[in-house]
């Protein structure tokens, strides 16, 4: 063990991405792999909204979502074009609940009343809100920018040699034998923007609304152990009706596009070193929302 000079990082998804970016600026060498490139990952599918959903342990997660959300919230000004917005918007609940296990993680968050027909409360707070078709994009420029390579490999098992960062997200099933880590599938509808500048969300269902700039991404389904990635006409239909519990105009919104994505959710997120292998996967349906956070502690693992 020890400090490393170069690495190879498995994935592209964003942790990967995050990873590679950190690692470079620390002054590690970084040869990226991975069979999906960018845009073709899960992570390409997020909403994508900073939220700390279906990932563990909650103390680390809200350690990791705070250090996400303020390098979110200063790329907005250091990066503008990086496709990450500082967004206002609600989650609504039926009944009246005390603030969420992962308050620490943001500056303010205020309960409210101010809630559609049908829900009670609500927690009301400005989080980062990231267009992945942009983001990844940028974020891969960044690893290149900074000396490191993508290079499309599908491994059938970790490289035996040399320090390996494991971001294989699903993947770890394979390359780090790990059946605790399974799909949760998650589908979405693309409308086009309506001038919508907050976002929704109902965590039970999951519902959501999400603005980007050009366009709205209105979510969701969360089925566990389905590893269909084909979208299926009536859940897209369902979405957009309990979309529309949320925000009415979505009624006649015009459909752009249709996404599946298969969240990496574990028990835990898998975060530690063993031996030459630094594995970070298992981000569940938080893997933007965590990816600084744990791309720093994978620094330090890595021994920089
Ligand atoms: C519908 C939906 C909405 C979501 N919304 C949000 C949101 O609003 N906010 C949020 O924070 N998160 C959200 N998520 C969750 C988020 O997308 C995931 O947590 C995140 O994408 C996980 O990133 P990752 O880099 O670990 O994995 P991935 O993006 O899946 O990337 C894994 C990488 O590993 C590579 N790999 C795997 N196996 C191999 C192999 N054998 N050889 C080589 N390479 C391999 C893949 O090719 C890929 O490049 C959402 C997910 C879905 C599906």
Avoid: K
């Avoid at 609504?92 to 809630?115: G, I, N």
């Avoid at 519902?207 to 991404?217: L, S, W």
């Avoid at 897209?236 to 949320?246: F, H, K, N, S, T």
């Amino acid at each position: 063990m020890g400090g490393a000079d170069r690495v190879i990082v498995v994935g592209a998804g964003v942790v990967g991405l995050t990873c590679a970016v950190r690692l470079l600026e620390a002054g590690v060498r970084v040869d990226l792999v991975a069979r999906d490139l960018p845009r073709e990952t899960t992570s390409a599918v997020a909403a994508a909204i900073w939220y700390p959903y279906r990932a563990l342990p909650q103390d680390r997660v809200t350690a990791w979502a705070r250090t996400s959300y303020a390098v979110f919230d200063a790329l907005t000004d250091t990066d503008p074009d990086c496709g990450v917005r500082m967004v206002p918007g609600t989650e609504v609940q039926r009944t009246v609940r005390p603030d969420p296990w992962w308050r620490a993680a943001v500056p303010e968050l205020e309960h409210t009343v101010d809630v559609p027909a049908g829900w009670a409360a609500g927690w009301s707070f400005t989080t980062p809100v990231v267009d992945m078709g942009v983001y990844l994009g940028w974020l891969g420029g960044r690893v290149e920018e900074l000396g490191g390579t993508i290079t499309r490999l599908n491994l059938s098992a970790l490289p035996a040699s040399g320090l390996v960062v494991n971001c294989a997200g699903l993947g770890a099933r394979l390359l780090a034998t790990d059946r605790t880590v399974v799909p949760v599938r998650g589908q979405v509808v693309v409308v086009e923007q309506l001038g919508l500048e907050r976002w929704w969300l109902d965590a039970t269902g999951p519902t959501y609304v999400v603005p980007r700039e050009r366009d709205i991404v209105v979510g969701g389904t969360d089925i566990e152990g389905d590893w269909s990635r084909t979208p299926s006409p009536q859940t897209a239909a369902d979405i957009l009706a309990r979309g529309a519990g949320l925000v009415p105009e979505l009624r006649d919104a015009r459909v752009l596009r249709h996404r599946v994505g298969l969240r990496p959710v574990r028990p835990a997120v898998r975060l530690e070193r063993v031996g030459d292998v630094v594995h970070c996967y298992g981000h569940g349906g938080a893997g933007v929302t965590l990816s600084w956070g744990v791309a720093e502690e994978v620094v330090a693992l890595v021994g920089r």
